[in-house]
C-alpha cells in the first residue's frame, strides 16, 4: 500500500500544506554531507511531504543554502517554503528587507511563501517588529515587491498573549510550540487564528523528542494500536 499523504489549508491563504512538515533546524552536520541533506529533503517531497521550514542560522547558518539546493530540483509550484528573521536582528527596516533578499536568494526561490517575524518570546518581542523602521515595516515592503507572498510570525507566547497579536490583524499565519505537555497555555492563541482564517503550523510536537523518549510515561493518550 502507498503512503497517502494529508493535506490542509493553511488558513485563507489559498495555499495547500501537507499535515506534516520538515522542519530544517536539525540536519545532521557532524556525521552527514551536504549531498545527503539535500536527498534528505528531496525524498521527502517525493513521500507526499510540501512544507518546508528553515531560517537563517540553523544547522550552522547552512539550512537554508541546503534548502536552496534541493529547491533547485524541484517543480516551484508543488511546495511551499517557509523562512524567517527575528526583530531583535536586525537595527533598520532597510536591513531586515536585505537580509530578507538574501534569504530568498539562498533559497534559490523567486518568493518566499510564507515569512515569519522570529520567536516572539515577549510582547516586547512583538513591539519591537512593529516598531517604525522595523522588521514589520521591511515585511511589508518586501510583500509588496514580490518577495514575500504571506506574512506570519512565530511565537512561544501563552495563548492569551499569542491571540493579541493575532487580533491586531498584521499576520495571515502564525507557528507556534504546540504538543500534550503545554496545549493548555497555547490553545487560545490557536483558536484565536483559526477563527481569523489564518494558518497554523504546530513545531515542537514531539517536545524535541522528550515525548518518543518517555514513551511509557504518555502511553495514557494514545489510542488502541497507536504507539
Not at 506534516?20 to 513521500?47: C, S
Not at 533559497?107 to 512583538?126: E, G, P
Not at 514589520?136 to 511565537?155: C, N, P, Q, V
Not at 497554523?200 to 510536537?205: C, D, L
Request: hydrophobic share 40%; glycine share 10%; charged share 20%.
Amino acid at each position: 500500500m502507498g503512503i497517502i499523504m494529508i493535506y490542509k489549508s493553511y488558513g485563507n491563504t489559498g495555499i495547500k500544506v501537507s499535515a506534516i512538515g520538515f522542519g530544517g533546524m536539525r540536519f545532521d552536520m557532524l556525521q552527514q554531507h551536504e549531498a545527503q541533506h539535500i536527498d534528505l529533503v528531496r525524498y521527502a517531497f517525493e513521500r507526499g511531504i510540501t512544507y518546508f521550514d528553515t531560517a537563517p542560522g540553523y544547522c550552522n547558518d547552512q539550512s537554508e543554502i541546503i534548502f536552496g539546493k534541493a529547491f533547485a530540483a524541484m517543480p516551484r509550484e508543488k511546495f511551499t517554503v517557509s523562512t524567517k528573521l527575528m526583530p531583535g536582528h536586525i537595527k533598520t527596516a532597510q536591513e531586515a528587507y536585505e537580509r530578507i533578499l538574501r534569504s530568498r536568494d539562498r533559497l534559490q526561490v523567486d518568493t518566499i511563501d510564507i515569512f515569519h517575524a522570529w520567536n516572539f518570546r515577549t510582547m516586547a518581542h512583538y513591539e519591537d517588529c512593529i516598531r517604525p523602521d522595523g522588521l514589520y515595516e521591511a515585511m511589508l515592503r518586501a510583500k509588496a515587491d514580490g518577495l514575500i507572498r504571506h506574512l506570519a510570525f512565530s511565537t512561544h507566547l501563552t495563548g492569551d498573549a499569542v491571540s493579541k497579536v493575532v487580533a491586531s490583524g498584521r499576520f495571515e499565519g502564525v507557528l507556534l510550540g504546540l504538543n500534550i505537555l503545554n496545549f493548555p497555555y497555547r490553545l487560545a492563541g490557536v483558536r484565536a487564528a483559526r477563527q481569523r482564517g489564518m494558518g497554523v503550523v504546530a513545531m515542537n510536537s514531539l517536545y524535541g523528542g522528550l515525548i518518543p523518549q518517555y514513551e511509557d510515561k504518555f502511553r495514557f493518550i494514545a489510542r488502541h494500536g497507536e504507539s
